[in-house]
C-alpha cells in the first residue's frame, strides 16, 4: 500500500472561499472576474503584457502553433525529453516534429545541436525548461533571430524559475504553463498561454474564443460578434479560475516550503549519491530554478528500477519520467531511429523523481530520505 504519494496537490484553503464567491456571481463559463484577476496576477508577477488562461498547457502549445501559423510540411524543432503535448501540437497541423538531444547536466534541449536541424522549412523552436531550470536561452534566442523563426518556451514545470534575472515564460515570443495537479501552482486541468510580442494579443483571443471575436464584444469593442477565424474553445469556467487565484496569491508560501524540500532532499542525499555512484540536479548559477521536481539520475535502468521497487516495498511511490519522443510510434513515422538521441534514450532510462509536493510533511521526507539512503546501487 502507498503511504507516501508521487504527488498529492495542495489546497492553501483560499480556494473555496473565491469557489463560493464565484458561484454567487452570474458568470461561471470563462472569462469572468476571476479569470481577469488571474491573468492581472501573471502580468504583473512575470512583467509580462499579456497572460491567457487555457484549459491545459496542451491546448495553449496548440494555440501557439497556430498562432505561429506552423502548416503541413513545416518543420518545428522540439526536444525528444519531453511531454508529447508540443510534437503534438504540431502533428495537428500537419507539420513535422523534428527532435534534437538534451544536454546530459540539465536535461534541457542542447542549443549547440539546434542549429544543425534547421532547415528551409523550420518555423520554429519550441524549448522546454525541465525541471523548472531555463535552457540556454540567449544562445537559442540568437539561433532563432539569425533564422527568423520564432521561440516558444513550453514553460509546464517552471512558472517563477528564472534566466540570468529573468522569469522564464518571459523571453520567448511565446510561452506555455500548466496548472495540472501536479504542477506548483494548480486548478486541477489548466494552462495559460503567455504572450510575449503583441502582434498576437489580437488573434489569440479569437482562436480562444472558437474562432470569433466574442473578447472584443464583452470588452464593447464592437456591437455583435461573429465567426471571424479558425480556434476552439480554449478558456477554461470561471470556477477554475477561482480555484487559481488563490494559488497564484500564495506564491511565496507555496515556493518558499517547495524550496525548503527541495534543499533538504539535495543536502540528504548529496552522500548517498556520492558513494553510490547516482547524479543529482545540476542547476547552473545563470538559473534560479522553481522548486518543481527532485530526480536522480541512477547508474543504470536496472538500479532505477530496483529502488522504484524498493521504495514501492516501503509504501513510497518514485516514477519515472518522459520516455524518448523519437522513438515513441509516433515519433517513428517521422522516420527518426535507435540511436538519433542518445542522452535521452540513456537518461530516460535512469531518471527517477522522488515524492515531492508542496504539502510533504518533514515526517514523510524523512521517512523517503532514509528509505532511499537505504538502497545500494
Ligand atoms: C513539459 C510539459 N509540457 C506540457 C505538458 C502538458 O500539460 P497539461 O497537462 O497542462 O496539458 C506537460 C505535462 O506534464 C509537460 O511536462
Redesign the pocket.
Known amino acids: 500500500m502507498i503511504r507516501i504519494p508521487f504527488n498529492r496537490p495542495f489546497a492553501t484553503g483560499k480556494e473555496i472561499d473565491y469557489i463560493r464567491a464565484a458561484i454567487a456571481t452570474p458568470k461561471l463559463s470563462g472569462d469572468g472576474p476571476y479569470t481577469a484577476q488571474c491573468h492581472g496576477l501573471l502580468e504583473q508577477s512575470l512583467g509580462i503584457q499579456k497572460a491567457l488562461l487555457t484549459t ?3 491546448h495553449a ?1 496548440e494555440m501557439a502553433a497556430l498562432l505561429l501559423e506552423i502548416e503541413p510540411e513545416d518543420e518545428v524543432i522540439v526536444p525528444s525529453f ?2 508529447p ?2 510534437a503534438n501540437a504540431f502533428a495537428l497541423r500537419r507539420a513535422k516534429p523534428v527532435f534534437v538531444d538534451i544536454r546530459a547536466d540539465t536535461l534541457n534541449i542542447d542549443e549547440s545541436q539546434i542549429e544543425q536541424r534547421i532547415t528551409a522549412r523550420t518555423k520554429a523552436i519550441f524549448v ?1 525548461h525541465y525541471a523548472g531550470v531555463g535552457c540556454e536561452m540567449d544562445t537559442i534566442l540568437a539561433i532563432a533571430r539569425r533564422h527568423g523563426i520564432g521561440v516558444v518556451e ?1 514553460n ?2 517552471g512558472l517563477y524559475g528564472r534566466y540570468r534575472g529573468r522569469y522564464l515564460g518571459a523571453l520567448g515570443q511565446l510561452a506555455t504553463l ?1 496548472f ?1 495537479e ?1 504542477k506548483n501552482f494548480t486548478c486541477g ?1 489548466g ?1 495559460a498561454l503567455l504572450i510575449n510580442d503583441a502582434q498576437f494579443n489580437e488573434r489569440a483571443e479569437i482562436l480562444r474564443e472558437k474562432g470569433t471575436d466574442r473578447s472584443r464584444f464583452f470588452r464593447g469593442e464592437v456591437d455583435k460578434y461573429t465567426w471571424v477565424d479558425i480556434g476552439s474553445s480554449y478558456l477554461p469556467s470561471d470556477l477554475l479560475a477561482a480555484f487559481l487565484r488563490a494559488q497564484l496569491e500564495h506564491r511565496d508560501q507555496i515556493q518558499s516550503r517547495r524550496r525548503q524540500i527541495w534543499e533538504a532532499y539535495a543536502r540528504e542525499l548529496a552522500s548517498w549519491a556520492k558513494t553510490n555512484g547516482v547524479r543529482l540536479p545540476i542547476v547552473p548559477p545563470e538559473c534560479e530554478q522553481s522548486y518543481h521536481m527532485f530526480y536522480a539520475i541512477m547508474p543504470s535502468l536496472e538500479s532505477r528500477q530496483a529502488l522504484i521497487s524498493h521504495l514501492a516495498g516501503l509504501g513510497i511511490l518514485a516514477v519515472f519520467h518522459y520516455l524518448p519522443l523519437h522513438l515513441s510510434p509516433m515519433g517513428l513515422r517521422f522516420g527518426e531511429r535507435q540511436g538519433d538521441c542518445p542522452v535521452t534514450e540513456n537518461l530516460s532510462d535512469r531518471l527517477l523523481r522522488l515524492p515531492f509536493f508542496t504539502g510533504m510533511s518533514s515526517s514523510e521526507q524523512n521517512q523517503v530520505i532514509d528509505a532511499v539512503r537505504a538502497f545500494r546501487c
Do not use: I, K, N, P
Open positions: 491545459s498547457c496542451t502549445l519531453t511531454f503535448s508540443a522546454v513550453d509546464a514545470h500548466s495540472h501536479t486541468e494552462g
